[in-house]
């Protein structure tokens, strides 16, 4: 029963922040680099696809440049990885470069 309790309070949580991303009241990049409790098991494709107007493809393509995997989960990511994916979410130029240097596996 506190399996079943976790999880909902977990999924709520989850769909608040998304909610707030979609508003533009949370910064994606914010996100990832605080990664908040209700954010570590969520997949960063997840986290992405919850802004507006990005979708699949979007998701896809921006993740191919990195190079990171859609299923990798916000807490399995380092903090050199955290760094970078946020300094290519806010288009910093040098962010390229860096995002190169690691495996997002």
Do not use: Y
Not at 5 to 33: I, P, T
Not at 54 to 75: D, H, N, Q, V, Y
């Amino acid at each position: 029963m506190r399996a079943l309790a976790q999880a909902n309070r977990v999924r709520l949580a989850r769909a608040d922040l998304k909610r707030q991303v979609a508003e533009g009241e949370v910064d994606v990049a914010g996100v990832v680099l605080s990664c908040p409790w209700e954010a570590e098991s969520m997949t960063i494709a997840d986290l992405l696809m919850s802004q507006h107007r990005w979708g699949r493809t979007r998701c896809r393509r921006f993740l191919a440049s990195i190079p990171m995997l859609e299923t990798k989960t916000i807490g399995s990511m380092t903090e050199r990885q955290r760094n970078a994916l946020a300094a290519q979410l806010n288009g910093e130029p040098s962010a390229e470069r860096l995002s190169l240097q690691f495996v997002g596996t």
